[in-house]
């Protein structure tokens, strides 16, 4: 992917005023920005990566940024063409603002920041921080040189390059669906092992009830076999007092006939009685009376003594049938008395005729509720053996062993697909293929800058360097001038890398005041030369303290320099 950074723009951001200060960065193929200490020349290279990146590339903390005498509106505009598509990123402080626009149109901003700045990176740019400062911007103050990042850094700005970084963000993707796998075979053995237990104890209950259901019916049989028992016993009974109760009704006849003939002898004792009085009463007269109270006349002595006579006998007569009477009277109340114990006896009899009956009703419910549920017991069983529930569990279970197969499946799938896209799979054939292009590019560009060692990275993109006498020597065994030769074969080799494999190849290449410090007159010269006859170089920005030795090696000079306190173009 090609990269055409094209114009950039910023005003209120560091030392810059209230105006914009735009530079044209695909104008010219060389460019050098000139000017004093603090003039503002090198706030190109901070106003490129914080439109980028939100992040300035010197060491400056962000609030910083905003020009400290207006104090607001700060704000860098930056556009590029990549992917056949025109794109203005726009970026401020105070007001806070980040918007792309692609074709003229606002993308759409409904995410957060954060993934509003992932758009840019991995979408548009395809380019991090890290690999956009070995590529694009180098500098003396931060930029630190790829032969000093550590070996994951290292591999992370090669990945970048090669365009590889998919197969890590495939292998973080694949690693994200283990995991998420891991958790599904789990919960799924979980499951698994909840139905097994389920399934069990069902069955476990199933016969535990069946062993109850059994036992109980068969307590029930019992209940009912000795209920039976106690039945006949009672009906013995009943049948017995049923016999002893038989004639109660002619034996209560029987007693009421005697009460009634009592009833009859008191009647004629009651006369018998009155009679006897009455001729008491007549022999009293005779005795005590002299005359007739009626006619006044004596009353003869033989007749008194006859009428006496004769009451007396009639009295004795009366009093002897009274006798007779009173004495069948009592044969007859005994017998009467006798009858009532008899009929007592019977009637007791009945009662408790009467509470076998009941007993023998009781026995009989008592059967019959107990059948009930013998046959309530029977159809539960039935509908145990026929339950569904139990069916259910089963086909749960398969379902459950027929998913942990296919998540097996697809696991062994993504381990396979994971050691492919580890750093030693698909990777490591890639970079291994490279790495001695790249060795062949380096050694090129040291030569051209007359620096003739033998410099090899191997594919954990650990150096080898040969030189004099073929001696080995180590990065940090070389003078700051020597080191920085081969960071500039180092960065030249990862533009031309990125060319050929069309992943980060841009226009522009900006150097800030490399010319200031480890070069000496022999190397500018040298890698002004290199960069002359490279067509790999399309805009290249020199930002030096040497403008007057330089002018003449360059296509367009630009001044930079403050009046009252704010930078601009002279």
């Not at 910023?10 to 460019?31: A, C, P, Q, V, Y």
């Not at 992932?118 to 500098?139: A, P, R």
């Not at 009532?340 to 023998?360: D, G, R």
């Not at 509908?383 to 696991?411: C, F, G, H, S, W």
Request: proline residues 1%; charged residues 30%; neutral net charge.
């Amino acid at each position: 992917m090609y990269i055409k950074f094209e114009k950039i723009r910023w005003m209120n951001f560091l030392s810059t005023g209230n105006n914009f200060t735009e530079i044209d960065l695909s104008e010219h193929k060389t460019r050098l920005i000139v000017g004093d200490n603090g003039s503002g020349k090198s706030t190109v290279l901070d106003a490129l990566t914080f439109c980028l990146y939100n992040k300035p590339f010197r060491k400056i903390n962000k609030p910083q940024l905003v020009n400290s005498i207006n104090k607001k509106g700060c704000l860098v505009e930056l556009e590029l063409e990549t992917g056949g598509n025109k794109y203005k990123i726009t970026r401020g402080i105070k007001p806070s603002l980040f918007e792309i626009h692609k074709n003229g149109e606002l993308l759409s901003q409904d995410a957060a920041n954060k993934d509003y700045q992932e758009v840019l990176e991995k979408h548009i740019l395809k380019l991090n921080y890290k690999s956009f400062c070995q590529v694009v911007i180098v500098g003396s103050a931060s930029f630190v040189p790829f032969m000093q990042l550590n070996t994951a850094s290292r591999r992370e700005v090669i990945e970048d390059i090669l365009d590889i970084k998919i197969f890590s963000s495939m292998s973080s993707l694949v690693k994200d669906d283990i995991s998420s796998l891991k958790t599904k075979l789990s919960n799924n053995s979980d499951k698994r092992s909840l139905k097994e237990e389920s399934i069990r104890m069902f069955k476990e209950t199933q016969k535990k009830l069946q062993r109850n259901t059994d036992d109980l019916i068969e307590n029930y049989k019992q209940k009912i076999k000795d209920t039976k028992s106690k039945i006949d016993v009672v009906q013995k009974d009943v049948d017995i007092l049923v016999e002893e109760v038989s004639d109660f009704d002619s034996v209560k006849d029987k007693n009421a006939d005697l009460k009634s003939k009592i009833n009859e002898i008191q009647k004629i004792e009651y006369g018998l009685n009155q009679k006897i009085q009455r001729l008491k009463k007549d022999l009293d007269f005779y005795e005590n009376s002299e005359e007739c109270p009626t006619c006044k006349q004596a009353i003869d002595e033989n007749f008194k003594i006859q009428a006496q006579d004769s009451k007396t006998k009639k009295i004795n007569e009366y009093q002897d049938g009274l006798k007779a009477l009173t004495s069948k009277s009592e044969k007859i109340q005994q017998r009467v008395e006798s009858i009532s114990l008899t009929l007592n006896k019977i009637s007791q009899k009945n009662i408790e005729l009467s509470e076998k009956n009941k007993e023998m009703k009781m026995h009989n419910f008592y059967i019959s509720d107990i059948s009930k549920e013998i046959e309530k017991l029977n159809q539960d069983h039935k509908d145990i053996q026929d339950d569904q529930e139990l069916t259910q569990l089963e086909n749960d279970y398969k379902d459950l062993k027929r998913e942990y197969l296919v998540l097996k499946e697809e696991a062994g799938i993504l381990e396979v697909a994971v050691s492919l896209l580890k750093d030693s799979g698909i990777k490591s054939k890639i970079i291994k293929q490279y790495v001695p292009v790249m060795n062949s590019l380096i050694n090129q560009y040291l030569q051209s800058m007359d620096f003739f060692v033998s410099f090899e990275l191997d594919e954990s993109f650990t150096e080898k360097i040969l030189s004099r006498h073929r001696d080995i020597f180590s990065y940090d065994s070389f003078s700051e001038g020597e080191k920085f030769r081969i960071d500039l074969a180092l960065l030249f080799t990862w533009r031309k890398i990125a060319k050929l494999k069309n992943s980060v190849s841009t226009n522009i290449l900006i150097m800030d005041e490399v010319f200031d410090s480890s070069l000496d007159s022999g190397g500018t010269d040298d890698f002004m030369k290199l960069i002359n006859d490279t067509d790999d170089m399309s805009n290249i920005i020199i930002i030096s303290h040497k403008g007057d030795q330089l002018y003449d090696s360059f296509d367009n000079v630009l001044k930079f320099e403050k009046v009252k306190g704010f930078s601009r173009v002279a």
